[in-house]
Each structure stands twice: as structure tokens, then as C-alpha cells.
């Protein structure tokens, strides 16, 4: 079993900046990704950003050049920058952790509301 907490979420303007954070513990010696997903009101969960164990990044188009996920293995910890936020950033962002052998586990999520 893995535990995923997430920090970091909340209210910020158009233009602001956050940083999420997402610490896991348990079996996190199988993990490989570590990553973000968000679901906005009446939308799919969809992925914003993830990384390997080894630090290689894949991002969503719509996180690209404004977002940057980073990944602290010592600390079991996973970070994204998000910077320029817009009114459409705004969801419940939930942590996951996929691994090795395809079991993937879920944060509970933090709330960011972007006002214009």
C-alpha cells in the first residue's frame, strides 16, 4: 500500500502562482511515476503533469511552459510549480502514484479555485 498527502492548493488570481506538493509513504519502493491529475466541474479527470523515478517528465499540453513538476526521491515527494494560472486551472487536483506493475494510487485531492 501506498498513502499519498497533498499540500499546497487554494485560491489564487488570474496570473498567480502555486505550489503543490504531494508527500508518499508505504511501499513507495515500486513506485515509478508520481504525478498530477486534475477534474474540474462537469469534466474527465485528466492528467496535468507526472515524472518518473528518474526525473523525466511528460506534460499536458495545457501545463506546458507554465507548470513544472519536480521530484525529490530522499523525501518521497513530489512537487508542481504552477505559475500563470487562469480561471481554467481551476479544479480539484489529486496526486497519484503508478507502479511498476500497473497499480496506481490516488491522493484526496486539494482544491484550486483561479479568480479573473
Known amino acids: 500500500q501506498v498513502q499519498l498527502v497533498e499540500s499546497g492548493g487554494g485560491s489564487v488570481q488570474a496570473g498567480g502562482s502555486l505550489t503543490l506538493s504531494c508527500t508518499a509513504s508505504?511501499?513507495?519502493?515500486?513506485?515509478?511515476?508520481m504525478g498530477w491529475y486534475r477534474r474540474a466541474p462537469g469534466r474527465q479527470r485528466e492528467l496535468v503533469a507526472r515524472?518518473?523515478?528518474?526525473?523525466?517528465?511528460d506534460y499536458a499540453d495545457s501545463a506546458k511552459g507554465r507548470f513544472t513538476i519536480s521530484r525529490d526521491n530522499a523525501k518521497n515527494t513530489v512537487y508542481l510549480q504552477m505559475n500563470s494560472l487562469k480561471p481554467e486551472d481551476s479544479a480539484d487536483y489529486y496526486c497519484?502514484?503508478?507502479?511498476?506493475?500497473?497499480?496506481?494510487?490516488w491522493g484526496k485531492g486539494t482544491v484550486i479555485t483561479v479568480s479573473s
Open positions: 497519484n502514484a503508478l507502479r511498476i506493475d500497473g497499480v496506481d494510487y
Open positions: 508505504g511501499n513507495i519502493f515500486s513506485i515509478n511515476y
Open positions: 515524472i518518473t523515478r528518474g526525473g523525466k517528465p
